[in-house]
């Protein structure tokens, strides 16, 4: 609780920290609130998205694709604390290595966790506005998509915090982050079968919240192998740890 308050009170008069932040939760309220007006079909897409209890797999597709700006917010605020002299300023007083990745990684799980209840919230909200079927068995039954987002964002983060402690520098430590994650991954999975390449990192994490309908997509185009959710829980956890693992051996090695 000390590293996590001592985190907080460095953030809490950080600008750019909340106007990430706020763009984060500004980009999910647009894209939920526009979709409800579109029509297909002369049906309003809102009355058949936000439907319980598939809702929850819809809105944590969605929202998976936000989990980069999340690693943004993170790599900007490991990278500035690099370029005060920050965390070499915090081992000098006293702080072990190991305590300065826990404090970082502590603060990937809250931010988390923010963006988890975010989409409690959001999810409660537009289901209880358009939902047909509002009992607490629909509501609930497939809320366990959230612990598996839960995941996923904190595994994308712990990635883009490695990227920060291995780069340093902001503007390169984004562009690494996005290239792996949407360029260098992707391209090595043409190269791997897909009993193989599923249990990517990347692919890992994709497969927590699969894309709504995707059994109707592989019927039209080749199917591609994934993971459950459940299934790839394992791994992702796995990921979390080695990410972290690397981070702390990172920087033991190397000069503040």
């Keep these: 609780m000390n590293l996590l308050r001592t985190e907080f009170r460095k953030i809490a008069p950080y600008r750019t920290f909340w106007v990430i932040l706020g763009i984060y939760v500004l980009l999910m309220l647009l894209i939920l609130y526009s979709s409800t007006s579109v029509e297909i079909n002369g049906k309003a897409l809102g009355n058949e998205t936000y439907q319980f209890p598939g809702l929850w797999m819809r809105l944590t597709y969605i929202a998976h694709f ?5 690693g ?3 790599i900007v605020l490991v990278t500035d604390e690099y370029s005060y002299r920050t965390i070499r300023q915090q081992v000098i007083d006293g702080l072990s290595r190991a305590e300065v990745v826990l404090s970082k990684f502590y603060m990937v799980v809250t931010l988390a966790v923010f963006s988890t209840v975010f989409l409690l919230a959001l999810g409660l909200y537009f289901g209880l506005l ?11 039954s497939q809320v366990d998509y959230l612990s598996y987002y839960f995941v996923q964002a904190v595994a994308y983060m712990s990635l883009a915090m490695f990227f920060a402690f291995l780069i340093r ?10 290239a792996y994650t949407k360029i260098i991954e992707p391209l090595i999975h043409f ?4 009993t193989l390449d599923k249990y990517f990192p990347m692919k890992a994490l994709d497969s927590l919240t699969p894309m709504p309908g995707q059994e109707i997509f592989d019927q039209l185009t080749s199917p591609v192998e994934q993971l459950s959710p459940a299934w790839a829980a394992l791994p992702s956890l796995l990921y979390i740890g080695l990410f972290l693992l690397l981070t702390y051996l990172l920087l033991k090695i190397r000069d503040l």
């Design 169 to 178: 520098k902001s503007g390169l430590a984004i562009i690494a982050f996005i």
């Design 72 to 74: 943004i917010l993170v």
């Design 130 to 140: 358009y939902s047909s079927d509002k009992s607490i068995n629909s509501m609930f």
């Design 191 to 194: 190269k791997l079968p897909d």
């Design 66 to 70: 936000f989990n980069l700006l999340l």
